[in-house]
């Protein structure tokens, strides 16, 4: 029986010597296909999804969650045949050094749940909590699997000593492609807000860019990503869904970032004024005016293979090659995954009538009182860039040569660097 391994290796020039396993998505025996995701774990800067390299069962799994794992480690293995197993992880590859227990004596004293020089094995969220409240996770004990310390453990230890985190502080755990841990945050967080089709992985290659101090917030679109099974049928709806997300995560005030759809709702949530909005960076925002490329909206729809999909985001960027390798393949299985087909088509034809905006928020960006940033690809075949002429004279506008409609894709270190002064502008 043939095996595949399932391993990170240290990628991006980040240097990194261990991984800390977060969460297994199918367990020993469980049929996975080439592109599933099998296992996420955390870096030194952000959760990694890995996913399986080829079609088969999930054989053994050599690390269990709230493990750490050498860099280049296997964690576990792919079988091309089904495999019998009792569930449980194997142990270490071959290769691959694991501490082994040592047998306790009867009358032994009570041993510390870690060495001194050991890393504590924790969740990234109760990481993230810790850290805000300067706690020393080594003085802790864990009570998740394996002494894995939890949310709940630190908000034992905080309220032990009678403090709370932070005001403002949230405690939910963030989207899986922002970069992990933040050691400095600021009072009002950064707000990505996707286009019509994608999720909040387009803003993947922007995220780390933005600098350490800066606190990244990815929301999905209603009927995209994680809300695929909740669309929406109008600008509105949308901004009150994003307004009671955030509403949920505790957020008062927020740097607002919108692309696309998300400029448009951007700019619907200024107004519905619940948020404390800081400042605004659209690209190539929806919204100010009528025209749209509706081959292109339906098109991404209704894609029913890789192949058509790839067509149609080839459209969205200035030159085919900005798309990255395999950025078709991701993009069509992650829609699979979500199963949002029938709900991207119900809201281009509601949002996007006759091949037009149904909305005009012109007036909205020209009410706008806070640093406003506007960024457009010259060579954008989705929506004119020409509609940038419509923006108020306090905006800064930007129109970018060689780029089409995603900026963020096709010039991500740039994207970042107007996000971050729009947001230092804010003061």
């Excluded at 350490?212 to 929406?232: K, N, T």
């Amino acid at each position: 029986m043939a095996t595949h391994p399932i391993s990170i290796d240290s990628a991006g020039g980040e240097y990194m010597e261990a991984v800390l396993v977060i969460a297994w998505a199918a367990k020993p025996g469980d049929p996975v296909k080439a592109g599933d995701l099998v296992v996420t774990v955390e870096t030194a800067k952000a959760a990694t999804e890995i996913e399986a390299s080829s079609d088969g069962w999930l054989a053994e799994v050599f690390f269990a969650e709230g493990q750490e794992a050498p860099v280049g480690a296997v964690l576990g293995t792919i079988a091309d045949e089904r495999p019998v197993t009792g569930g449980e992880p194997a142990p270490a590859a071959a290769g691959t050094e694991m501490p082994v227990p040592q047998k306790e004596s009867p009358d032994a004293a009570a041993v510390p749940a870690r060495a001194a020089c050991e890393r504590p094995i924790a969740s990234p969220l109760a990481r993230r909590m810790a850290a805000a409240a300067g706690l020393d996770l080594s003085t802790l004990t864990g009570s998740g699997p394996n002494g894995r310390i939890k949310k709940r453990d630190v908000n034992a230890a905080l309220a032990a000593r009678g403090t709370a985190l932070p005001q403002g502080r949230r405690e939910e755990t963030p989207p899986a492609f922002l970069p992990s841990p933040l050691p400095v945050r600021q009072a009002a967080p950064v707000v990505l807000i996707h286009g019509f089709g994608a999720d909040r992985s387009i803003w993947r290659q922007v995220i780390p860019l933005l600098g350490p101090a800066v606190e990244a917030i990815g929301l999905d679109l209603p009927g995209h990503g994680a809300e695929a099974a909740r669309p929406a049928s109008s600008i509105e709806d949308i901004a009150f869904s994003l307004c009671d997300r955030l509403a949920g995560l505790q957020v008062t005030g927020a740097h607002l970032v919108g692309h696309s759809l998300g400029g448009a709702a951007a700019l619907a949530l200024s107004r519905l004024g619940r948020l404390s909005v800081r400042s605004v960076t659209l690209f190539a925002p929806g919204g100010l005016g009528p025209e749209i490329n509706a081959g292109f909206v339906n098109g991404l729809a209704r894609a029913t293979t890789a192949q058509s999909l790839e067509r149609w985001l080839s459209v969205m960027v200035g030159s085919a090659a900005a798309l990255p390798g395999g950025y078709a393949q991701a993009a069509f299985r992650q829609m699979e995954r979500n199963g949002n087909r029938e709900a991207l088509v119900a809201m281009a034809e509601s949002l996007f009538p006759d091949g037009a905006q149904a909305f005009d928020l012109a007036a909205d960006l020209a009410g706008l009182t806070v640093p406003t940033r506007i960024v457009w690809g010259r060579l954008d075949r989705v929506i004119p860039p020409a509609h940038a002429a419509r923006a108020p004279g306090f905006a800064a506008v930007h129109l970018l040569d060689g780029i089409g409609h995603v900026p963020q894709l096709e010039a991500p270190a740039l994207a970042a660097r107007l996000i971050g002064e729009t947001v230092r502008s804010a003061g």
